[in-house]
């Protein structure tokens, strides 16, 4: 089957989260189950490819070639999407000319492509325009899309007056196709074009069929809920495992004591008291209410009670503030780190007891299940991926659950795990089972197979 896999994000090339991660190991794990995966992403600042043709160019990626849709004007800048005065106002051109790209690369590469899996708003279009523009193109007349959502508060919505910019009629714009609320809605126009929907866990494919979490959007999934699956997230070992991590201080698989040096030399960089008898919790994550910042920031005194802390993320500069704030009484107990660090996230995941997760809503989550392979014992609220990844120690699941968002349900959930830290048999029990859980790619990409069979009949 060939597989044209479209991803604004894609690591190790560019990465603002988890959708990067999921890019960077969800089509090597189709390809190796022997079909014939293409990757297509903007050819960002920093990227050099190997080869060169007129509108993109392409690397080699352990097998899998990632196709570099090129337009330096749109893409050669400092971020992604997003600066810190805010999102960069041609964002819809800048999405809709790589759409429009992605679908003319596949023709000059002469790669049909069975499966067109576009994901989020960024490529929704592409299902728009195969539908709009190559409606009885023969080269295409096999192609079915997948769209899946990550997060379905990121919808891609402009104001009416770019819509010219998308080069399709104005017939498109109405309630049933893009237009959403007065305004241009790409998501929505991804999920009515696309032939079928996914999102990332299976509890969250229930939850955006309702108003709490279907963000105005809960109608048009419902409409189309024959067509939408929740197919969990996986990770992948190669670059999340403290085996043989090269980011980490001291690589260990089952040992708890080199595990521990890990948390020793954290602590010596992060400026913390050196003692591996302190708890301490660690956390690695946009600093955003959906990830449950506002309840931390309440329930941090809880924490630097009897434990340490240490934050690496970057978000809303309200709670950036309120963390600086938090820091300057508990120095040697509390480090912070307002950036976004590949090689200081994977220390945190090793040196850590417990990973905090309080998310308001979760779509998925990785990091509960790098903190699993990581020996370090995730507190999550139970909700969307996290229902489906974490259940509660005394239940013998593997992490520190909670689940009624709020703060007093969170410190709850701290005292359980300060009460079972000084519990070392029982810690290192749970710790070790979770160590040996198995969230590889491997059975994502079985499942993704199977629906992308179902679609094109083979
Ligand atoms: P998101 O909703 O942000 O995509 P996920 O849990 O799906 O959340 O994925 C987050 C990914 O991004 C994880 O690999 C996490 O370790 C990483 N990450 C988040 N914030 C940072 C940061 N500040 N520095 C380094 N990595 C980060």
């Known amino acids: 089957m060939n597989i044209a896999f ?12 988890g959708l990067a ?18 990757i297509f992403m903007p050819w960002y600042k920093g990227i050099e490819p190997d080869k060169h043709f007129d509108d993109f160019g392409i690397i080699n990626h352990q097998g899998v070639e990632v196709v570099f849709i090129k337009n330096d004007h749109f893409f050669k800048r400092d971020y992604l999407y997003t600066t810190s005065q805010g999102d960069y106002p041609d964002n819809l051109e800048r999405f809709s000319f790589f759409s429009r ?7 000059e590469l002469n790669f049909a492509p069975d499966i067109i899996h576009n994901n989020d708003w960024q490529t929704s279009l592409i299902s728009v325009y195969l539908k709009v523009f190559y409606k009885n193109d023969d080269f295409f007349q096999n192609t079915k899309t997948v769209l899946t959502i990550h997060n379905l508060v990121f919808q891609g919505i402009f104001d009416k007056k770019h819509f010219s910019c998308l080069d399709i009629g104005w017939d498109y714009f109405n309630m049933h196709f893009l237009e959403f609320w007065g305004k241009i809605n790409l998501l929505k126009g991804g999920i009515i074009f696309s032939d079928t929907i996914t999102t990332v866990s299976p509890t969250y494919a229930k939850q955006i069929q309702k108003k709490e979490f279907g963000c105005g959007l809960e109608g048009v999934l419902k409409e189309k809920k024959e067509n939408l699956t929740g197919i969990l997230n996986g990770i992948d070992y190669n670059v999340w495992n403290p085996k043989s991590d ?9 040992s708890l004591k080199k595990k521990s040096e890990n948390k020793l030399s954290l602590q010596k960089e992060a400026g913390l008291a ?6 301490l919790f660690g956390m690695v994550s946009r600093l955003t209410e959906q990830k449950g910042l506002d309840i931390l920031t309440e329930a941090i005194d809880s924490i630097l009670d009897k434990s340490q802390l240490i934050i690496l993320g970057l978000g809303d500069p309200k709670y950036h503030k309120i963390l600086k704030e938090k820091r300057k009484n508990n120095k040697d107990k509390f480090a912070l780190f307002i950036d976004f660090d590949e090689t200081l ?19 998925c989550g990785l990091s509960q299940m790098i903190s699993f392979k990581y020996g370090t014992i995730p507190l999550v609220n139970l909700t969307g991926g996290l229902a489906d990844t974490v259940s509660d120690i005394s239940r013998g699941g ?6 009624k968002y709020s ?20 810690w290192s029990s749970v710790v070790k089972e979770n160590m040996k859980k198995d969230f590889s790619w491997k059975r994502a990409a079985k499942q993704f197979l199977k629906l992308y069979q179902g679609l094109t009949g083979s």
């Open 398 to 403: 593997g992490g520190f659950t909670f689940k």
């Open 101 to 107: 790209q992605v679908l003319k690369a596949l023709k």
């Open 246 to 254: 090269k980011l980490i201080y001291k690589n260990y698989s089952q």
């Open 407 to 426: 703060k007093n349900n969170l410190i709850k959930a701290v005292k359980e795990a300060q009460k079972l830290f000084k519990d070392k048999k029982k």
């Open 274 to 279: 050196q003692d591996k008898n302190f708890l």
């Open 345 to 363: 996230a994977h220390k945190i995941y090793a040196a850590s007891d417990v990973f905090l997760l309080p998310s308001r809503f979760e779509p």
């Open 21 to 38: 991660d999921v890019s960077g190991a969800l089509p090597l794990s189709l390809a190796a189950l022997g079909h014939n995966v293409k």
């Open 6 to 17: 479209c991803s604004s994000e894609v690591y190790p090339f560019a990465k603002t989260g």
